[in-house]
């Protein structure tokens, strides 16, 4: 079993920058390919970046592409989310999602996190 939390949400102004923290555990992250993804009320949740197991490999949505960056350190199990120049439209639940295969698609990830908030104000 995997267990995931992500921390690092919170209140940012236009502009700003944040950067998100997933902890794994319960099962060595070092293989995994992990994802980010986010959930804006009344919507479903919404890909966001991924990376392989090395980190060699990363995906983007076009709409984040050149601002959020996404990283892990396997020796920490941890997985990371760099924000930058955020926009309103950014605001949402962001979630961390562990998958076998590396992939845009949610329903390719099999363990999720708990989400934590993220809120852009102009």
């Known amino acids: 079993q995997v267990q995931l939390v992500e921390s690092g949400g919170g209140l940012a102004q236009a502009g700003d920058s944040l950067r998100l923290s997933c902890l794994v555990s319960g099962r060595t992250l070092s293989w995994l390919p992990m994802g980010w993804f986010r959930r804006t009320p009344g919507n479903e949740r919404e890909f966001v970046a991924a990376?392989?197991?090395?980190?060699?490999?990363?995906y983007y949505a076009d709409s984040v592409k050149g601002r959020f960056t996404i990283s892990r350190d396997n020796a920490k199990n941890m997985v990371y989310l760099q924000m930058n120049s955020l926009k309103p439209e950014d605001t949402a639940v962001y979630y961390c999602a562990a998958s076998r295969v590396l992939s845009s698609v949610t329903g390719e990830y099999n363990y999720w996190g708990q989400g934590t908030q993220v809120t852009v104000s102009t």
């Open positions: 990376l392989n197991w090395s980190g060699s490999t990363t």
